[in-house]
T-cell receptor
Framework: KAGVTQTPRYLIKTRGQQVTLSCSPI?????VSWYQQTPGQGLQFLFE???????NKGNFPGRFSGRQFSNSRSEMNVSTLELGDSALYLC??????????????FGPGTRLTVL | DQQVKQNSPSLSVQEGRISILNCDYT??????FLWYKKYPAEGPTFLIS?????DKNEDGRFTVFLNKSAKHLSLHIVPSQPGDSAVYFC?????????FGAGTRLTVKP
């Protein structure tokens, strides 16, 4: 099975612009989660989508949004970029294990630099 | 809100010795705990997990211990190898919710 793929891998934007990141989950996985990784803050949860619906949301401003398509592919959008949005954005797809636990499989991430 | 905390941002250990990485959580609703390992330029990969009904889970050189009363878990790596050098993330999972710690960078010196 192919792993989680994210595009683009690297992106440079300027303040005020908007950006869209894409994630293709592992085939058969219906849940997709997005995380922001910055030095010292670790992995900060952005949101989770399941069957095209946002199921969970972290504490990020409304500039951060996402969606999921019927084929489970997901996009994340950040509008009005700020310098502090520079980070590695990770996508994870998950499968439910016995007992209802989600095991997450991460993509390689998109490195966003805001100048 | 930091529901999962890894208070040591870095740890350096000599090859062959034990590495102990610690993690604390605040939400008693978490019932499953995982450790992920991350190399530069790659996404985190699953390493080992433990259910809240257990207090220990072992997989080769890796052992995770859970102390529910203290809301604390730890990852032991014995013996440590240079290839173990990476960032380790602790994660806690509840119903439809997973939270990660800030990570601990482990360096294993030859």
């Amino acid at each position: 099975k192919a792993g989680v793929t994210q595009t683009p891998r690297y992106l440079i934007k300027t303040r005020g612009q908007q950006v869209t990141l894409s994630c293709s989950p592992i085939s058969g996985h219906r849940s997709v989660s997005w995380y922001q990784q910055t030095p010292g803050q670790g992995l900060q949860f952005l949101f989770e989508y399941f069957s095209e619906t946002q199921r969970n949301k972290g504490n990020f401003p409304g500039r951060f949004s996402g969606r999921q398509f019927s084929n489970s592919r997901s996009e994340m959008n950040v509008s009005t970029l700020e310098l502090g949005d520079s980070a590695l954005y990770l996508c994870a797809s998950s499968v439910v294990l016995a007992g209802g636990v989600n095991e997450q499989f991460f993509g390689p991430g998109t490195r966003l630099t805001v100048l | 809100d930091q529901q999962v905390k890894q208070n040591s941002p870095s740890l350096s250990v000599q090859e062959g010795r034990i590495s102990i990485l610690n993690c604390d959580y605040t939400n008693s609703m978490f019932d499953y705990f995982l450790w992920y390992k991350k190399y530069p330029a790659e996404g985190p990969t699953f390493l080992i997990s433990i259910s809240s009904i257990k207090d220990k889970n072992e997989d080769g050189r890796f052992t995770v211990f859970l102390n529910k009363s203290a809301k604390h878990l730890s990852l032991h790596i014995v013996p440590s190898q240079p290839g173990d050098s990476a960032v380790y993330f602790c994660a806690a999972s509840g119903r439809n919710d997973m939270r990660f710690g800030a990570g601990t960078r482990l360096t294993v010196k030859p």
